[in-house]
């Protein structure tokens, strides 16, 4: 069945750092990658996503290129914020299935 | 417009009780899916609806789980005789329809056994 691994966290880094947040799936067939974000308090979004191979989503600063060859989605930004401080999480959706699998989540805390 | 929604927000219930959850979808998605987070877990996909198609029972847990969803918008997640290991926050979210990736999450039911 579908999987998704993601970096185990938490992960904590200072203000203007550089991020990376590895996520690794396996899917049957031709999945579109998502991640999603969950702030302090607040319920779950979309943060960005890609539908094919080589495609890179964007939002906020934050992005991610599908890698089918790696089997990957990893999320970076090139410096974060004390606001970006949140429960990431990596999911897939196949174009035959109407559910996601989602990661574990990986929480990020950016102190000043 | 308004979003997701579900009630209750916090539910704390007996082991061997009966409950009842709720989730509003947005206006018009076809598509409405449950999911259940435990404490430090990634998202699991319990059931998911799609217009008047028979529902994707696949992920929920045990008999004691079952859903509906009235008149293809409002759905009832029921968990009968409750046991500890069913607390957790159960998210609800809605799409446009099947084929559309975007899912919107409603703020989440969080469901204590004791």
């Known amino acids: 069945g579908d999987s998704v691994t993601q970096m185990e966290g938490p992960v904590t880094l200072s203000e203007e750092a550089f991020l990376t947040i590895n996520c690794t799936y396996t899917?049957?067939?031709?999945?579109?990658l998502f991640w999603y974000v969950q702030y302090p308090g607040e319920g779950l979004q979309l943060l960005l996503k890609?539908?094919?191979?080589?495609d890179k989503g964007s939002n906020k600063g934050f992005e991610a290129t599908y890698r089918k060859e790696t089997t990957s989605f990893h999320l970076e930004k090139g410096s974060v914020q004390v606001s970006d401080s949140a429960v990431y999480f990596c999911a897939l959706r196949d174009t035959n299935a109407g559910k996601s699998t989602f990661g574990d989540g990986t929480t990020l805390t950016v102190k000043p | 417009g308004a979003g997701v929604s579900q009630s209750p927000s916090n539910k704390v219930t007996e082991k061997g009780k009966d409950v009842e959850l709720r989730c509003d979808p947005i206006s018009g998605h076809t598509a409405l899916y449950w999911y259940r987070q435990s404490l430090g877990q990634g998202l699991e996909f319990l059931i998911y609806f799609q217009g008047n198609s028979a529902p994707d029972k696949s992920g929920l847990p045990s008999d004691r789980f079952s859903a509906e969803r009235t008149g293809g918008s409002v759905s009832t997640l029921t968990i009968q005789r409750t046991q500890q290991e069913d607390s957790a926050v159960y998210l609800c979210?809605?799409?446009?329809?099947?084929?559309?990736?975007?899912?919107?999450f409603g703020p989440g039911t969080r469901l204590t056994v004791t």
């Open positions: 899917a049957t067939g031709y999945p579109s």
């Open positions: 979210a809605s799409s446009l329809d099947r084929a559309t990736y975007e899912q919107y």
């Open positions: 890609a539908t094919k191979a080589d």
